[in-house]
């Protein structure tokens, strides 16, 4: 067995690179990342009683467009992701007491996988939240965010998306 390296420095392990996917397969991708945001029990209370809508707009839907967006400008954002074309996302927010639950699945056909789109959207939604709700508290926390599953390349990771 091999040890572990880092693919994005040269074989020096000194400049930075973009890894060569060239004479990788095309395969399907897939990846399912989650946020999870934390509210003080009483301003979750008041954003449910409001339906999650505030003076900026519907917190949950604007957030779920937010991160689909943030998912389309992974590559612009992370130096070193590889543009990818996109085949599909989903982004799903349930409340759940006093967290919001950001789940993010994204899917390609292409040479390299799609775990930093997933976790992009998954951010920028939690960050879209914590936006649009801080005129109630800054007392939010923005927490577990991770790769919960990928398949595709080389291997699969955590539970299939």
Known sequence: ???????????HGERPRMVEVGGKAV??????????LRFPPDVARILTEAGFTTKKGAVLTIAQIAGISGVKA?????PLCHPLQI??????????????????RVTCTGRTGVEMEALT??????LTIYDMCKA????????????????GGKRDVGVPP
Do not use: N
């Not at 067995?1 to 074989?11: I, K």
């Not at 992974?74 to 992370?78: G, P, Q, R, V, Y």
């Not at 508290?137 to 990928?150: A, N």
């Open 1 to 11: 067995m091999t040890e572990p390296t880092l693919t994005h420095l040269d074989e």
């Open 27 to 36: 395969t399907r991708r897939e990846a399912h990342a989650q946020a999870r």
């Open 74 to 78: 992974t590559s612009s954002l992370i």
């Open 87 to 104: 085949d599909g996302c989903t982004l799903d927010i349930a409340v759940e007491g006093d967290e919001a639950i950001i789940d993010c």
């Open 121 to 126: 959207g998954a951010s920028v939604a939690a």
């Open 136 to 151: 109630l508290t800054h007392d939010m926390e923005i927490r577990s965010v991770r790769l919960l599953g990928k398949t």
